[in-house]
């Protein structure tokens, strides 16, 4: 997932439009940023402040614990010194911020220079918490149980998830009473375009872990999986015309809204796996359960940050967005969320 070198293939999406930030390009005015360590989260945090739209950052290096990696190159910046010399790269680089991404910080932390240039005014920070705030999700390769245990997110007030499954349920009996008339048009479409049946039941794994039969649109051979369980690629074979059509504007997804009204779905929420992607992807990604510790969603904000997930790698970065809303749930944050849905929805962006 972390490469040495900035590799092109990969997307990089901080600041969503979930993120505020004042137009630090038109004022011409960016925060000069020193991070502190040379792992994997320092280069992954780096990646997002370069590739920052917004440029509102300009990372002047990084340290490292190991001078024979001076002066290595990193993603742009350079390591321009050692942990050691942290106060007086400070001063000459005239730094306002101090990313921490140490990894092992028991015995590596310069804690009386931190003290000392925190002191001055710099600001010190968290590297989890800065590439959480930056691009929406969460690193999870190099997360610590302690940031999450010790973090102020994962709030579950009564009161809001009580309205929050008010609005599910008042959602979805408004969605159904309104699109009627559509789901009745698409299941006729789907009968007179290939055989078999109008829904496709699917088993699913739900809050807490619990299976639960999700319920869709059918938009695949009736065949589909006589040869096994896979991933749905690009241009897959199996969908059929119509089907085609259901997922390029996940109409296939209306069904759902039977899921929510019994309590097994939300509107909003990480998008629900299979048991046998699960029991794999448990295995071989950190923290993965955690996304199981809310309802499933018919829309989220893995779903409108990132594009479908189909392969370990991309439900890796998926899942760091998933994190990221168990972490930071709220009204608001679905609100947001299914803002963002209508306009992902009309582009038609992301289907398989």
């Avoid at 590739?51 to 190159?73: C, E, K, M, T, W």
């Avoid at 039941?201 to 896979?230: I, N």
């Avoid at 990480?270 to 071989?284: A, G």
Wanted: charge should be positive; aromatic fraction near 10%; glycine fraction near 8%.
């Amino acid at each position: 997932m972390n490469e040495g070198n900035l590799d092109s293939s990969v997307t990089i999406m901080p600041n969503t439009d979930g993120f505020l930030h004042t137009p630090f390009k038109w004022l011409g005015l960016k925060k000069r940023v020193l991070i502190l360590g040379d792992g994997n989260l320092a280069h992954d945090l780096a990646r997002v402040l370069v590739y920052d739209r917004s440029h509102r950052y300009d990372v002047v290096g990084f340290l490292s614990i190991n001078q024979s990696r001076v002066p290595a190159r990193m993603v742009n910046p350079t390591i321009i010194g050692t942990v050691d010399q942290l106060f007086e790269i400070s001063e000459q680089y005239q730094v306002q911020s101090i990313a921490v991404c140490v990894e092992d910080r028991r015995g590596s932390m310069p804690l009386e220079a931190l003290l000392d240039v925190k002191s001055m005014g710099i600001e010190v920070v968290d590297g989890h918490r800065m590439y959480e705030e930056e691009c929406g999700r969460l690193s999870v390769d190099e997360l610590k149980p302690s940031f999450l245990i010790f973090s102020a997110g994962f709030k579950r007030k009564p009161l809001a998830m009580l309205l929050k499954r008010i609005g599910d349920i008042s959602g979805a009996l408004i969605g159904l009473a309104f699109l009627a008339p559509l789901m009745s048009g698409i299941a006729l479409c789907i009968k007179w375009d290939s055989s078999g049946p109008v829904f496709y039941r699917q088993t699913r794994v739900g809050l807490h872990g619990y299976p639960y039969v999700l319920l869709k649109f059918r938009s695949m051979r009736e065949d589909a999986e006589e040869s096994g369980v896979k991933w749905a690629q690009l241009g897959d074979e199996r969908v059929t015309k119509v089907g085609y059509w259901l997922r390029k504007l996940r109409l296939d997804e209306l069904p759902q809204f039977f899921n929510v009204l019994k309590g097994e779905m939300s509107l909003v929420g990480p998008r629900p796996e299979r048991p046998h992607f699960v029991q794999d992807l448990r295995k071989e990604i950190p923290y993965y359960d955690l996304r199981h510790t809310v309802r499933p969603g018919i829309t989220g904000w893995a779903q409108i940050c990132f594009q479908y997930a189909a392969s370990l790698e991309d439900s890796h970065i998926k899942l760091q967005y998933d994190l990221y809303y168990v972490k930071n749930l709220s009204l608001w944050l679905d609100f947001k969320i299914l803002c963002r849905t209508i306009r992902v929805v009309l582009q038609g962006s992301g289907a398989r």
